[in-house]
């Protein structure tokens, strides 16, 4: 279930500050505690320490599960925050052991030495080393994942695991050999860090399978849609009640015996809450959805959500320009069923892209679409179109700026869903044709995507600020104290 009623929605620049703000708290009581008396390089060890503490933490709530912090942002954003982030700690534990023994490599480098190696061996110590192993597993774990011989439940799962051993250890670090965080309030503060995540815990696999269990659905139906294609009618069992969302966001879904939130897989709701239930386009693309089209009517389904931000609600705008590539095209069927069971009377432009045009899902819904709607259809397939009405090829910039014919691009948003290539080259098209940056809302199906486009440069410019300003309060305490 997701907590967006709980919690109000911050936006990217306030959930940043309350970021910083929060990350300072450890620095701010530390200034309060009196210990003796070190160099400036220890006080910044120090305060590094702290931070990556803070951060490993937080990173339990930046896994995209938590409506409150990413509601407002979306996955592609907050998943994008959750892999900056954790380079920034890693570097800040690289950099904790190193900056205490600097002040001694400089003055004697063999016994700098000696000093690290100290510190990677003695006992007192090996709950820091552990944690910061963790944290090195966790990332060459996510960044070799594709080429990992584990399923993505089990990568997901150790996941989880080398992630608390990362807080958990650290916290014990911290309490057993902190100079500032064995006793005292900054003590108290690991304390509510440690119940706080456990608090997550306790929420995401707890609490989510007991609704998974205790709220369940049931398979409706299943319709072959196009090659490789299903779409699901999934209907809630009796005494669950309907989900509230808005067309185009997405849930998590399991079944079966699997009702358990790490087996569970996001899909995007490709249907209009007006209508009961919920329909889900889903493409056969690993071990799960491969076995989708067999899964027997009637079988019980978890559904976790409504997640995201991918919603003409959440963008309003006085046209709308709606992008499709592959089985991307699932919230925007949801978003352009929606407009049609509303009457939507905005002007509305689509392009689906696919690779074969067997691909196309649910044409003759489209095209009918166009029919009620102030809607214009662009159906583009890289091989040998098989209709009248579809293009070869790709959405190149003059179907864009035909797309946009009519159209004031700064009064006009574009939500696209698509894979990562497309998106990229999409998105800054776009740009390049007047649209503002903010007006291009996507959402990739794949969290690894390789390509970046201008929006996802810049998005790594201000997560990285967030960083830096991290780093310059780690200086402002060193040189403080
Ligand atoms: C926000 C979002 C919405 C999505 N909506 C749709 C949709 O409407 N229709 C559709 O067909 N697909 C959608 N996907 C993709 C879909 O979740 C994956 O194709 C599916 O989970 C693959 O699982 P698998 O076991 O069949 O394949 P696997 O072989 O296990 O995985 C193939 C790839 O899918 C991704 N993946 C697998 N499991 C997960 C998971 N639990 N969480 C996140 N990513 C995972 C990984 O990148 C993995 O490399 C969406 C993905 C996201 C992130």
Known sequence: MSNENVFPRLSGAALAAVYIIAALLPLILARTQSVAPMDGWEYAAAAMGMIALWGMAVQFVTSGRFEAVSGQLGIDKIMAFHKLAALWLALALVLHPLAYILPTWMADPALG?????????????????????AV??????????????????????????????????GLHHAWAVGRFSAEGALAWLWAIVALAVLGVMAILYGWRWWLLHHRPWRLASVIKRADRMWELDIQPAPGTPALPYHAGQFVWMTEGTRRFPLFDHPFSIADSPRRDGLSLLIKEAGDFTNQIGTLPVGRVIGIDGPYGEFSPEAHPAEALL?????????????????????????????????GQPENFACLEELRAATEVLDLRLWLLSEDQPDAPDMLQGRLTRSRLSEMLDGLAPAD????????????????????????????????????????RSQQDRARTRNILSVGAVLGVAVAGFALSM
Not at 113 to 132: A, E, K, M
Not at 339 to 347: D, L, N, S
Not at 423 to 448: H, K, Q
Request: aromatic share 10%; glycine share 12%; charged share 15%.
């Open 113 to 133: 030495w000696i000093r690290l190696q100290f510190y990677l061996t003695d006992p007192s110590y090996r709950t820091g080393v552990v944690s910061f192993g």
């Open 136 to 169: 090195l597993a966790l990332i060459a774990t996510s960044i070799l994942r594709d080429r990992l011989p584990w399923s993505y439940e089990v990568w997901r799962g150790g996941h989880v695991v080398l992630g608390l051993t990362a807080v958990f250890f």
């Open 322 to 354: 709606l992008i499709g590539g592959g089985v991307g095209i699932a919230p925007i069927l949801g978003i352009l069923r929606d407009m049609v069971a509303r009457g939507e009377t905005r002007p509305v432009r689509l392009a689906y892209t696919v």
């Open 412 to 451: 006009t948003k574009a939500l696209m869903c698509g894979p990562g290539p497309m998106v990229a080259a999409v998105s800054d098209l776009l740009l390049d044709l007047g649209m503002p940056m903010a007006n291009v809302i996507y959402e990739r199906f794949d969290y690894a995507a390789g390509a």
